[in-house]
Every structure is written in C-alpha cells, then in structure tokens.
C-alpha cells in the first residue's frame, strides 16, 4: 500500500504559510497567518476586537475629566461613569473602568480616582460610592422631569447614602493594581494607612467567617440582595490579597502575613458557603441558589475556586451564553418581594437580572483569557465588540434576543459606559489586543 505523507498540523501550517508569505511580502507576522488558517470567522473576530479595543480606550479619554476638588484646593482628571446621566466619580464604575485605564498607560487619571475617593473617606474607613457636583438624589429628580445633568465641575459632594461594600473593596483591588502597573511606591507608603481602614471597615462586617452586607450595598443596589453575597466575598478576598501585597511594597512583613492569611482563610470559607456541587455554581448568596455570573468569575478570576469547581463554574456560563447574545446578571429571577416598587413603576424590575449587561462578558472573556482559553475568550469578546460597533457607545444595558439598548420612560440605558468600556480593554489586553 502506498505511503503519502501526514498531513500538516493546522498551527505547523500556519507558520508555514505565514513564512512562505513573508518572503513574498504579504504577511506581516505569524499570527496573521495563524487567524487566517482558523478561517473567515477568526479574521472578522479579531478585526471587530481591534475596532472595539480602540473605541473602548476612546470612551475611557472622553470620559475622563478635569475638575476641581474644593477640599483638597486642586484640580484633577477623574473617570465619569458614563456619558449621559452619570456625570460623576462613581466609585464602583470608576475602579472597574480604571483596569481599563491602566491597561492603556493612563496611570496618571488612575492616581487621581483613588486619591479623590481616599480624601472623603470617613473616620471608620467607609469610602463614598460617589463623588460629584451636587447630591445623586437632585440628578435623579432632574432626570425624571427630563432635565440634563448638573453641569458642574466643581465636584463638591460625597455621597455615603447607601454603604457600597463593594466600592471599599474594589478601592483597595486597584490601588494594588495601580501600584504593580505603575511602579508608585510613594502611593502605597502615602495611602497605605487609608486602605488599611478602608479593609478594617470590611472585617468590621465579617460574620461567622464571611462578609455580611446589608441589602443594596453591592453593584445589585435595584433589589435587596444582602446577606452573606459571593460577590461582596469574592472582592474582599481580593482586597485582602491587595492589602498583603501593599504590605510588602511598604516593608510590613508582620501585616503582609496577617492579610494573606486573613485571605486563605475566607477562600476555605467561601468554598464552604457557597459552592453547590450539585448545581454545578456557586450560589449568588448564602441563601440565594441561582447562578449569578459575576460571583462566580470573579471566584474563578481570582484563584478562589478549585480546578473542579473553574471548570463547572465557566461551563455553567459558557451553557449561558448559547442561549442568550450576552451574559445575563442572573440565571433566572430575584423574587418580587426583592424588586423595590419604584423599580418596578420604572419598568426595570428585571434590571439586575435578566438584562444583559456586557461588563459580565467582558469578565468571563477576561476570566477564559487568563486561564489560557484565548479561542472561546476571543468569540466571548467579539459578541460584545460587535454590539459596541454596531451601536457606536458601549452600551449598560441590553435586553431581546436581537440585543437593543433598554429603553423606558424614565430610564435609559447609559451610553459610553465606563464599566463595560474599562473591563472590554482589560480583557483584550489579556488577548494581546492594545
């Protein structure tokens, strides 16, 4: 019987095709042949990922602003949620929209964020969830009667009306992060006492070995989740791995190993509390089954779930994502009781679950990217790159099966978000797209 030759494997013959190109002047690096061997699909994705990475990094400048903080007598450049009614430093969506900052060498504005926020902090550690000209309370009024925002930027108010767990967590993250990323020493020396009460206001909440909120003090502040939360866990173990981290930049080995058991300790808890073997998740709460994505990536993210329990977890909202365009914020429904009655007058009772809110894909890209799956990350990313072309803004929230941005009478989804924006670039820089 004749012998032919084996075939090429595809990755030996992208190379090859891509050296055989390059002599011919016609490929400008391997790994444009490699997109071309995967196919037409491959070549629209990472064409549609280039574009979206670049609107994303020009939302992030557009929403970054010069304005003037009365008590600390400077001006600053600070991150806005968004490019319609959310006209301020939110702090939640302004720390996840700084992984997009850094992730573009704007260390500078990133700086400013954190050091706004840390100047309001109150005397037992709580930072504001909000910093900006006038009380959020007016710019809701003013946008139920259809008036713009206050045009303002004298940022002059901090609002603490609503204790945000994540916001103190999410603070101590990226000032970490900052630090790493942009080699600030001095920042970890001159704030390290400020974060250390920040994390001293989340152990304060910790009940039975876990982080205990009240309701609305998380990023589901439209219903009343509360409790024991993942996601509230999952960002205070990652403020305690920050915490040590910052510890060892300052010299502190004795508060450096504090913080680092303190994190080993609430990852065994977390384990305990919250996985559901059978399930296949972890559970959105202590009480709640339903899979909430955001716990469970961020669980996966940072290094909190087994092997065993990433695989399930990522398979859980992989299965998501067959049936639906972008990752929903709940499979399934919080119970009506849980849904305020002015949320549900607005017509957004399914605003914090079934909405898709892109920022979820972004993580799960992210969270896939840096476990090594870069396919199943990149087609994870294209969807939500493709929406942000199609539409021209990164959008907050989408509803259908043929995505479009929610719409209601009094609410509209926020264009050029800074969230989805920030966490979009974070998670193509993982994918080697800048």
């Not at 959020?136 to 009306?161: C, E, Q």
């Not at 070995?209 to 996601?231: P, S």
Request: aromatic share 8%; with cysteine; hydrophobic share 45%.
């Amino acid at each position: 019987m004749p012998s032919f030759p084996r075939p090429l494997s595809a990755p030996i013959a992208a190379v090859l095709a891509a050296l055989a190109l390059a002599g011919c002047g016609l490929a400008r690096s391997p790994v444009a042949a490699v997109r071309a061997a995967e196919g037409p699909d491959a070549l629209s994705q990472a064409s549609d990922l280039h574009a979206a990475a670049g609107l994303a990094a020009k939302t992030l400048r557009a929403n970054t602003h010069e304005v003037t903080i009365p008590q600390a007598k400077a001006r600053r450049k600070v991150l806005f949620a968004g490019g319609g009614h959310f006209g301020a430093l939110w702090t939640r969506d302004g720390m996840y929209g700084a992984l997009g900052l850094l992730a573009i060498g704007d260390h500078a504005v990133v700086r400013d964020c954190l050091v706004t926020i840390l100047d309001c902090q109150k005397p037992d550690g709580q930072l504001p969830r909000r910093v900006g000209a006038g009380s959020n309370a007016l710019g809701i009024v003013r946008a139920a009667i259809g008036l713009s925002p206050k045009a303002d930027d004298r940022f002059d108010y901090a609002d603490f009306a609503k204790p945000s767990v994540d916001a103190n967590a999410l603070v101590i993250w990226l000032s970490a992060e900052y630090v790493k990323t942009a080699g600030d020493d001095a920042f970890a020396a001159e704030k390290f006492q400020a974060l250390d009460r920040a994390a001293g206001w989340l152990r304060a909440k910790v009940q039975g070995g876990l982080l205990t909120q009240a309701t609305y003090a998380d990023w589901k502040d439209m219903n009343a989740r509360g409790g024991q939360v993942l996601y509230s866990n999952a960002l205070y173990y990652q403020a305690l791995r920050s915490m040590g981290e910052l510890a060892a930049r300052t010299g502190d080995a004795e508060r450096q190993a504090a913080y680092e058991l303190r994190a080993r300790e609430l990852a065994t808890r977390i384990r305990e509390a919250f996985w559901d073997a059978g399930r296949g998740h972890f559970r959105d709460t202590t009480e709640l089954l339903e899979f909430s994505p955001e716990g469970d990536l961020l669980a996966v993210l940072f290094g909190i779930a087994t092997p065993v329990q990433r695989t399930a977890s990522l398979r859980k909202a992989e299965a998501l994502l067959e049936l639906r365009p972008l990752l929903p914020a709940l499979d399934g429904d919080y119970p009506a009781s849980m849904i305020p009655l002015q949320v549900k007058l607005a017509g957004l009772e399914d605003y914090h679950d079934r909405f898709m809110w892109p920022w979820l894909t972004d993580l799960y890209a992210w969270t896939l990217a840096a476990g090594g799956q870069k396919a199943k990350a990149t087609r994870a990313l294209a969807r939500a790159g493709k929406l942000a072309l199609r539409d021209g803004t990164f959008h907050e929230i989408y509803e259908g099966a043929e995505p479009v941005a929610v719409e209601r009478k009094f609410y509209h989804s926020e264009p050029a978000f800074s969230w989805h924006a920030g966490l979009f670039v974070r998670a193509a820089k993982e994918l080697g797209i800048e």
